[in-house]
C-alpha cells in the first residue's frame, strides 16, 4: 500500500448511529488533517494533528470527534450527525517541519463519502 | 469571507491550445501558493507552487504566475490535452506555522476537448 488509504470510501447513517472514519498513511509523514468538502463549497480545514498533538480545531462542532493514535494513523468519530454534514471526508498528511516555513504540500487520500440521513 | 476565489466555475479549452485558470486572494499573510488537481472518485493531488517572493514558477506544461500586489495568481497550461480534463483548486498558506494550513478554493472544472 502507498499514499494515504482512507475507509470507508463510502458510509450511509442515520443520525442516531456513532460510526468512524479511518485514515492510514505509508508516507513516513509526521502531520495529518481532516478536510471537509461539502456540495458547491472550498475544501475546509477541520483538524491538524502534529506530532500527534490535535494543533487545530477550526471551530468543529463536537459531534466530529478526532483521534490519532500514532503518526501513521487518524480516525475521525461520527456521532449524531445532522443532514447537514453529509459531504466529503478528506484526509491528508504532510512532513512537518521543525524549522522555517512551511509550505503547504499536502498528499490526499481518496475521500469518504458520508450521507446522513 | 472567502480568503480565495476561482471567480470561474468552469472553463473548456480545445486540445493543443492554452488553459489559463485565475484565483484571487485577500489576505495578505499568505506567502505560498498552490494549485492541486482531482479527478473524480480520487483525492486532490498536487501539481504546482509558488513561493511569494517569486512571480513564476513553471514545470513543463504548467506555469503558475503569481500578481502580489493584485492579489492574483494564475495556472497556465500548454499545450492542453484531454487528460488535463479535472477540477483545479488553487491553495494559499500563511506563514509561521511548521505544517499546512491551507485555504482553497472552490474550484474551476477544465475541460478539454480532442
Known amino acids: 500500500e502507498t499514499g494515504v488509504t482512507q475507509t470507508p470510501r463510502h458510509l450511509v447513517m442515520g443520525m442516531t448511529n456513532k460510526k468512524s472514519l479511518k485514515c492510514e498513511q505509508h508516507l513516513g509523514h509526521n502531520a495529518m488533517y481532516w478536510y471537509k468538502q461539502s456540495a458547491k463549497k472550498p475544501l475546509e480545514l477541520m483538524f491538524v494533528y502534529s506530532l500527534e498533538e490535535r494543533v487545530e480545531n477550526n471551530s468543529v462542532p463536537s459531534r466530529f470527534s478526532p483521534e490519532c493514535p500514532n503518526s501513521s494513523h487518524l480516525f475521525l468519530h461520527l456521532h449524531t450527525l445532522q443532514p447537514e454534514d453529509s459531504a466529503l471526508y478528506l484526509c491528508?498528511?504532510?512532513?512537518?517541519?521543525?524549522?522555517?516555513?512551511?509550505?503547504?504540500?499536502?498528499?490526499f487520500g481518496e475521500g469518504s463519502r458520508l450521507t446522513v440521513l | 469571507d472567502q480568503q480565495v476565489k476561482q471567480n470561474s466555475p468552469s472553463l473548456s479549452v480545445q486540445e493543443g491550445r492554452i488553459s489559463i485558470l485565475n484565483c484571487d486572494y485577500t489576505?495578505?499573510?499568505?506567502?505560498?501558493f498552490l494549485w492541486y488537481k482531482k479527478y473524480p472518485a480520487e483525492g486532490p493531488t498536487f501539481l504546482i507552487s509558488?513561493?511569494?517572493?517569486?512571480d513564476k514558477n513553471e514545470d513543463g506544461r504548467f506555469t503558475v504566475f503569481l500578481n502580489k500586489s493584485a492579489k492574483h495568481l494564475s495556472l497556465h497550461i500548454v499545450p492542453s490535452q484531454p487528460g488535463d480534463s479535472a477540477v483545479y483548486f488553487c491553495?494559499?498558506?500563511?506563514?509561521?506555522?511548521?505544517?499546512?494550513?491551507?485555504?482553497f478554493g472552490q474550484g474551476t472544472i477544465l475541460t478539454v476537448h480532442p
Open positions: 489576505n495578505s499573510m499568505f506567502d505560498y
Open positions: 509558488i513561493s511569494s517572493i517569486k
Open positions: 491528508a498528511s504532510s512532513q512537518r517541519f521543525l524549522a522555517g516555513g512551511y509550505t503547504g504540500e499536502l498528499f
Open positions: 491553495a494559499a498558506n500563511a506563514g509561521g506555522t511548521s505544517y499546512g494550513k491551507l485555504t
